[in-house]
C-alpha cells in the first residue's frame, strides 16, 4: 500500500507578484518565482514526490510566506526555516553552499565550484543552481557569471536584477 505524502501549498501576492509555495511536513520544498503558472508547482511536486497530495493550507504555509515577504520588503535577510530539499546530493551540496552566499553579495559559478573542491565542474554547478526548487531563500539569483555579468535565472534577467538591488539597497 503506498502512502500519500501531504504537500500543502498557497501563493503570496507582493507588489504584482505571485509567488506558489508547497510544503510537506518536514519544512519549504518549493517555492515558484513570480508569475510562473500554478502548473509548475503542480509538475514539480508530480516529479519530485511520490504519491503526493496537493493541498491548499493558507495555514501551514503562512510562516513561509510572512518570511518571504519580509524580506522582499528588505526587513528580512536570513531566513529561518525548515526546508525539504529533494534532489541528487552534488545539487544538494550546491545549494547548501549557495545558502552561505551572504546577503548582498554575489558569487560566481566557477567560485563555487571550487569551493566544493571541483573547480571543473561550473557547468553542473550551474545546472544545480538553475534547478533549485527553492529559488530566494536558497539565493541562486547572487550567482553571477565570472566576468561579473548577469546570467540566466528562470525568474528572468529583470527580477534577478530586482533581488540583487533590493539586497544591495538593505544591505
Not at 94 to 112: A, C, D, N, Q
Amino acid at each position: 500500500m503506498n502512502r500519500q505524502e501531504i504537500v500543502y501549498w498557497d501563493s503570496l501576492i507582493y507588489n504584482n507578484w505571485i509567488f506558489h509555495l508547497a510544503a510537506t511536513k518536514n519544512g519549504l520544498c518549493c517555492l515558484k518565482l513570480p508569475n510562473e503558472p500554478i502548473e509548475t508547482l503542480e509538475n514539480w511536486v508530480d516529479k519530485h514526490i511520490q504519491h503526493a497530495e496537493l493541498v491548499q493550507n493558507t495555514e501551514k504555509v503562512s510562516g513561509y510566506c510572512l518570511q518571504l515577504k519580509e524580506f522582499l520588503q528588505g526587513r528580512r535577510k536570513k531566513f529561518l526555516i525548515d526546508l525539504d530539499l529533494r534532489g541528487t546530493l552534488f545539487q544538494k551540496s550546491v545549494w547548501y553552499r549557495l545558502m552561505k552566499i551572504p546577503y548582498g553579495e554575489t558569487s560566481t559559478y566557477f567560485h563555487i565550484a571550487k569551493s566544493l573542491h571541483n573547480p571543473k565542474s561550473s557547468r553542473a554547478v550551474g545546472a544545480a543552481n538553475g534547478s533549485n526548487p527553492i529559488p530566494i531563500i536558497i539565493p541562486c539569483h547572487r550567482v553571477i557569471g565570472s566576468d561579473g555579468k548577469l546570467t540566466g535565472y528562470r525568474g528572468g534577467i529583470a527580477f534577478k536584477k530586482t533581488l540583487l538591488a533590493l539586497e544591495q539597497f538593505y544591505a
